[in-house]
Structures are given as structure tokens and as C-alpha cells.
T-cell receptor, first 111, second 119 residues
Framework: DAKTTQPTSMDCAEGRAANLPCNHSTISGNEYVYWYRQIHSQGPQYIIHGLKNNETNEMASLIITEDRKSSTLILPHATLRDTAVYYCIVTHAFGNEKLTFGTGTRLTIIP | GAVVSQHPSWVICKSGTSVKIECRSLDFQATTMFWYRQFPKQSLMLMATSNEGSKATYEQGVEKDKFLINHASLTLSTLTVTSAHPEDSSFYIC???????????????FGEGSRLTVL
């Protein structure tokens, strides 16, 4: 799997949009960008994924640059419950591909 | 979404004893499950890939005789920490992916995690 680089930590004010960047300059053509988050002492939770088009679901939006070398996860109206470690992972979808987690970004939502 | 359940959610045991952790896919079948461990303030580290009906595939540095994995059915994988010692104390997490071709989006579903404390 391609390697990803994320900032170690970020703060965001409650109610504002949280923008979490991820660099994946070695991504290959058939690899997807997945985002997971882990709230303290819980298992990771799937957020969103994409290949090359921007994606949106009820939790977040994913913006992937045209060259696919970076992406941004957007939480449009952050709440205190969004405080978690966010992991950006690049991998092939389906099959038995294992996920390798990097260090992620620790997002803290400030009241 | 699909649900993966782990049991127990926490366990305390004496050094030298063995502990079994169960991972179940509640509403889907999983031919493959993954086992991770996580130390405080660290990321998840993949330990092994559990394959239904065959031997697990262990990551480099993970002792297969120490961490026994059994995947006897399409909905259950177990991790047994044998002769546990304090350094085995950790947060163990399992995950599974819905079998491809069933309309899923390829994401992994994770259990709630099992916190093991070895005294």
C-alpha cells in the first residue's frame, strides 16, 4: 500500500468545518483513499472513501486532487463528538487487502 | 453498516494464563478477518490475517505460537493469547470486510476492541 503523511494533530472550533489533509504522492492508479477515525478506546470507524472523484456522505466530504497525490477530509460542522484520531489509508478495495495504519491526525474539537 | 462484535470487551488475567478473544461478524460472512493490537497513544499494528478454514498469516515479528488464531466458520475468528505476560497487555481489535461482490464498498468493519491487562 502507498504511504500516507498526515499532520500529527489539529484543533478545530466546535461548529466550524474541520479540514484534515493527507498526502499520498505514491498512490497507484487502482488504489483508493479511505478515511477511518478512532474515538478513544473504541475500534476504528469507517468514514468515507474515494478513487478520484470527490465524495460526500452523511458524515463527511472527501476532496481528492486531480493528480490524486493528496486529499482532504472535511467535517462540515464539527461537534465535540468528532474528537478522535483520523487515519488516511491508501489501499486496493475489496479482496483480502489488509489495512496498514499510519499515525493519523489527532483532531481536537474546542468548545 | 455491517457489525463486528468482540468479546470480552475487557479482561484481566494472571501472568502465565491464556486468554481467548472472540470476533464475530453478526450480519455478514467474512472469509477473512484481521487482528490488530494497539498500545497506549500508538497506532494500530496488524498482527495477523485470519483465513476461514486455513492457517492464519502472521505479520513479521508476531509469534504464531504465542497468538493462536482460529477461524473455524465464516462468522467467527478467535485470538488466544497463550501464557500471557504483562507485556502482552494491550488493546486487541479485530476487523472484517464484507465478502466482495455483494455490493459493499470495500471498507473494513471493526470490533469494539478487547482490552487485556495481564497482572
Amino acid at each position: 500500500d502507498a504511504k500516507t503523511t498526515q499532520p500529527t494533530s489539529m484543533d478545530c472550533a466546535e461548529g466550524r468545518a474541520a479540514n484534515l489533509p493527507c498526502n499520498h504522492s505514491t498512490i497507484s492508479g487502482n488504489e483508493y483513499v479511505y478515511w477511518y477515525r478512532q474515538i478513544h478506546s473504541q475500534g476504528p470507524q469507517y468514514i468515507i472513501h474515494g478513487l478520484k472523484n470527490n465524495e460526500t456522505n452523511e458524515m463527511a466530504s472527501l476532496i481528492i486532487t486531480e493528480d490524486r497525490k493528496s486529499s482532504t477530509l472535511i467535517l462540515p460542522h464539527a461537534t465535540l463528538r468528532d474528537t478522535a484520531v483520523y487515519y488516511c489509508i491508501v489501499t486496493h478495495a475489496f479482496g483480502n487487502e489488509k489495512l496498514t495504519f499510519g499515525t493519523g491526525t489527532r483532531l481536537t474539537i474546542i468548545p | 453498516g455491517a457489525v463486528v462484535s468482540q468479546h470480552p470487551s475487557w479482561v484481566i488475567c494472571k501472568s502465565g494464563t491464556s486468554v481467548k478473544i472472540e470476533c464475530r461478524s453478526l450480519d455478514f460472512q467474512a472469509t477473512t478477518m484481521f487482528w490488530y493490537r494497539q498500545f497506549p497513544k500508538q497506532s494500530l499494528m496488524l498482527m495477523a490475517t485470519s483465513n476461514e478454514g486455513s492457517k492464519a498469516t502472521y505479520e513479521q515479528g508476531v509469534e504464531k505460537d504465542k497468538f493462536l488464531i482460529n477461524h473455524a466458520s465464516l462468522t467467527l475468528s478467535t485470538l488466544t493469547v497463550t501464557s500471557a505476560h504483562p507485556e502482552d497487555s494491550s488493546f486487541y481489535i479485530c476487523s472484517a470486510r464484507v465478502t466482495p461482490g455483494t455490493g459493499d464498498t470495500g471498507e473494513l468493519f471493526f470490533g469494539e476492541g478487547s482490552r487485556l491487562t495481564v497482572l
